[in-house]
């Protein structure tokens, strides 16, 4: 037999004044704590531009650019696929654009250091743009380099994006 609990007002699990109390806290709690968010965000020392890190993707990005003779084999090679190519240099064209008009632009030209919040959109459509490029570009150069061709175009990446950071 199951005992019944009168149905009072005053037989709540948490009466108006308690519950009262409870919200209270945790409004003091939450206001504490984006104070204290908020007196912790000090601007960040920039890391140095010329580090270990930097040096190695790009003189990385030189040996294997020599190695592969990647520049050879871009010029003269019929096994790439050519729309596919064309279409990761039109993708990327439109990341280096956007690339130069955040650092000559916007950085130099009108001091603007956090672009991506003047300009929101700009983070997501490179990405999307660069993305697609890399794809393209696996594509193109697959019949080349076979099961390399990843390891080669990232480590170019990588040293393209390390000598870009040294400027902006």
């Known amino acids: 037999m199951s005992q019944e609990v009168p149905s009072n007002s005053n037989n709540k699990m948490l009466n108006d004044s308690e519950l009262a109390t409870l919200r209270n806290r945790f409004k003091r709690d939450a206001e504490f704590l984006m104070r204290t968010a908020d007196s912790g965000e000090k601007e960040a020392k920039p890391l140095p531009r010329i580090n270990k890190h930097s040096i190695f993707w790009i003189v990385a990005s030189v040996v294997v650019t020599y190695y592969v003779d990647f520049l050879q084999h871009i010029m003269e090679n019929d096994d790439i696929k050519s729309w596919w190519f064309s ?33 929101p959109a700009i983070p997501p459509v490179t990405t999307a743009a660069f993305i697609a ?21 990232f480590t170019q990446f990588m040293g393209v994006v390390m000598f870009i950071s040294l400027l902006g």
């Open 133 to 153: 490029a890399s794809c393209s570009f696996n594509i193109a150069l697959w019949p080349v380099w076979s099961f390399f061709t990843p390891l080669i175009l």
């Open 87 to 119: 279409v990761g240099l039109i993708l990327l064209g439109i990341c280096l654009c956007l690339a130069t008009f955040c650092i000559v632009y916007l950085e130099w030209y009108k001091g603007i250091q956090h672009y991506d919040r003047e300009y």
